[in-house]
């Protein structure tokens, strides 16, 4: 009986759970949100992330389960060293819980300022605060393509966001 109570519970979760997709191009008007596609592809390209060769001069680059765990040092200010200096690591093929299993990713800090910029130009959230000053964001998928076939690079690039949402 608590098998099925707790798998009825399970499936109300997972079924009122949408995916919600945002779609960022370097075309945009906003030229904080035309930055995003090119900064994300390069800052995955730079750790050695393959891209796929679609077609001619056409690349793809997936990311899957992106986590990033913010941990706020605050309150060990002023009687630890590092008190007051935030700690953050990103992860990809990561478990959706802070400190789960992942692989590192370089450039944590940088990747969570594009996620929080993707946050306040696109009013979504991938982040999540607890007590203590502990955050964690996760991002499903990054599906980035360049297409160096454009005459103009600011029309190069595409970046496709997906998450679960509830």
């Given at each position: 009986?608590?098998?099925?109570l707790?798998?009825?519970?399970?499936?109300?979760q997972?079924?009122?759970?949408?995916?919600?997709?945002?779609?960022?191009?370097?075309?945009?008007?906003d030229?904080?949100?035309?930055?995003?596609?090119?900064?994300?592809?390069?800052?995955?390209?730079?750790?050695?992330?393959?891209?796929?060769?679609?077609?001619?001069?056409?690349?793809?680059?997936?990311?899957?389960?992106?986590?990033?765990?913010?941990?706020?040092?605050?309150?060990?200010?002023?009687?630890?060293?590092?008190?007051?200096?935030?700690?953050?690591?990103?992860?990809?093929?990561?478990?959706?819980?802070?400190?789960?299993?992942?692989?590192?990713?370089?450039?944590?800090?940088?990747?969570?300022?594009?996620?929080?910029?993707?946050?306040?130009?696109?009013?979504?959230?991938?982040?999540?605060?607890?007590?203590?000053?502990?955050?964690?964001?996760?991002i499903?998928?990054?599906?980035?393509?360049?297409?160096?076939?454009?005459?103009?690079?600011?029309?190069?690039?595409?970046?496709?966001?997906?998450?679960?949402?509830?």
């Open positions: 009986m608590k098998f099925f707790l798998s009825l519970c399970l499936f109300t997972f079924s009122h759970a949408a995916e919600e997709t945002i779609v960022i191009r370097s075309s945009s008007e030229s904080e949100i035309a930055k995003i596609p090119q900064q994300l592809m390069a800052t995955f390209v730079d750790q050695k992330f393959k891209m796929i060769s679609v077609s001619k001069n056409i690349y793809n680059l997936k990311v899957l389960n992106l986590r990033c765990d913010y941990h706020s040092r605050d309150a060990l200010y002023p009687d630890y060293f590092n008190g007051g200096l935030p700690k953050v690591n990103c992860y990809v093929n990561a478990d959706l819980e802070m400190g789960g299993k992942g692989t590192p990713v370089e450039e944590s800090r940088y990747l969570l300022s594009l996620i929080n910029l993707i946050e306040k130009k696109f009013d979504t959230y991938y982040t999540d605060c607890a007590m203590g000053g502990k955050c964690m964001s996760f499903q998928k990054i599906d980035c393509t360049s297409d160096m076939n454009q005459d103009e690079m600011n029309k190069a690039f595409t970046c496709t966001l997906t998450s679960r949402s509830e």
